[in-house]
């Protein structure tokens, strides 16, 4: 309930095309009464490869969707997606890697300015290493997923988060453990 509670206090929500290409994610808000507080859900999706049949293109004309793309990608992968109800926009990229300045940028001209970034570690990592992370929220479980667990910012360790953020403290949230860090 707390993700879905993180998720009605943003205007947008970001994820990668790794996450949606995995999980199939709704990304809305499911707690009761407050469906309708659902944020703009932002895919980060270079190659424009986000399938039509994911709920975040089946839905977007319920909830927003808007994928941030290279601008080079297909043109005609981005009519399909408008057709379905979607917001493509072209940014710059590097290796296949968006801008996220003018990610960024573009989100704050469109009227985001909460920004929930929930997905995966290639996306975190990014946020990161880019020092455009103002606060974080960490849930621990006692499982671990895989062999050896999913790394949770790609090849970076942890210990970078309180390096540039605050820890404000740990709480538990059910069986899971949530840190939060915001910016010093």
């Given amino acids: 309930d707390r993700v879905f ?13 790794g996450t949606v290409l995995a999980d199939n994610p709704q990304l809305t808000c499911r707690l009761s ?3 309708a507080r659902s944020p703009v859900r932002v895919v980060l999706d270079a190659g424009l490869r986000v399938p039509i049949a994911t709920a975040v293109v089946g839905t977007a004309r319920e909830t927003p969707t808007w994928v941030f793309c290279a601008r080079a ?6 009519d399909i997606l408008e057709h379905k109800g979607v917001r493509v926009f072209r940014v710059d990229d590097e290796h296949g890697r968006l801008d996220l300045d003018a990610v960024l940028k573009t989100l704050a001209k469109e009227g985001i300015s909460r920004l929930m970034v929930e997905g995966g570690p290639t996306v975190a990592a990014s946020f990161v290493a880019a020092d455009k992370v103002d606060a974080a929220a960490l849930f621990y479980s006692e499982k671990i997923v895989g062999d050896d667990g999913i790394a949770p910012l790609e090849d970076m360790p942890l210990e970078v988060l309180s390096s540039r953020l605050h820890a404000r403290g740990s709480e538990k949230v059910g069986a899971d453990t949530l840190e939060s860090y915001e910016r010093r």
């Fill in 33 to 35: 009464g407050m469906e």
């Fill in 5 to 17: 509670q993180m998720r009605a206090q943003s205007d947008a929500i970001l994820v990668g095309i």
């Fill in 73 to 78: 990608a297909s043109e005609i992968a981005q």
